[in-house]
């Protein structure tokens, strides 16, 4: 999947140097000003944003703000571009959150590394959470925004997770969100569809359920909202790698060990 990159500028020549630049490693959508750029954010995915400082009504670090601080939004990596060369520039971009802080005029070669370099780390900790059993939601939060929304929503689907038809609309509700911005903000943050993660974290539950060796793997499938055996042995070892049989096993090997 391409990642998808907003870039805000009001200079056009700028926009077009960055769409040269990014054009062909990311998808692109380009905003000539604050208005414009939350348009695009309320309607499309997006992976990361570079915006200039310097803009005629929403400046960058007012911008920076307002994204930082909206639930829906939080998550987005935000690279910050000026001609500003001073130190107080640089406080004013870490205390509205930006994620990177670059002055002009910059190599081509330095904002792609940059960007790549965040987009990667978000990447790694993304596939950590979901291939990890025992790993909490909360590591893919890069905000304590994000950390409080995580821990609400993890804790509506454990309250639930016996439910084998609890859905979108449902955690969108609990959430306070319309559909299309909860499942942005899921797919975001995790790569996961929200029906990906409700299965993870029944998988989770899963394996906690199985460690405890109480119960057999047809009572633990329907306690985590299953309503068939195959269905929970097949997701499964689609994000652990390892059946549940192949998992008991592991677990009685490193007893033994």
Request: proline residues 4%; hydrophobic residues 40%; charged residues 25%.
């Amino acid at each position: 999947m391409t990642d998808s990159i907003l870039i805000i500028d009001d200079n056009e020549d700028i926009l077009e140097f960055l769409s040269d630049v990014l054009g062909d490693m990311y998808k692109l959508h380009l905003a000539g000003n604050g208005e414009i750029a939350q348009t695009i954010l309320d309607g499309e995915v997006v992976d990361l944003i570079i915006s200039d400082i310097m803009m005629p009504g929403i400046d960058g670090f007012e911008l920076c703000r307002l994204i930082k601080s909206n639930v829906e939004y939080c998550h987005i990596p935000v690279v910050l571009l000026t001609s500003k060369n001073t130190y107080q520039a640089h406080i004013e971009s870490l205390e509205v959150g930006a994620d990177v802080y670059i002055q002009k005029p910059f190599s081509p070669e330095l904002l792609q590394i940059q960007i790549a370099n965040l987009l990667k780390n978000r990447l790694n900790i993304k596939a950590h959470f979901a291939s990890s059993p025992f790993e909490d939601v909360r590591v893919m939060a890069h905000s304590k925004t994000d950390e409080t929304f995580l821990k609400k929503l993890d804790e509506y689907i454990r309250k639930n997770i016996n439910d084998p038809n609890m859905d979108i609309e449902q955690l969108a509700e609990h959430m306070n969100m319309s559909r299309p911005t909860f499942y942005r903000k899921i797919k975001s943050l995790s790569s996961l569809s929200p029906k990906e993660l409700i299965d993870i974290t029944r998988l989770k539950k899963a394996t906690r359920l199985i460690a405890q060796n109480e119960f057999t793997l047809f009572e633990i499938a329907k306690m985590v909202g299953y309503s068939s055996q195959s269905l929970f042995n097949k997701n499964f070892q689609r994000y652990f790698d390892n059946t549940p049989l192949e998992y008991i096993s592991s677990l009685v090997k490193d007893n033994k060990e």
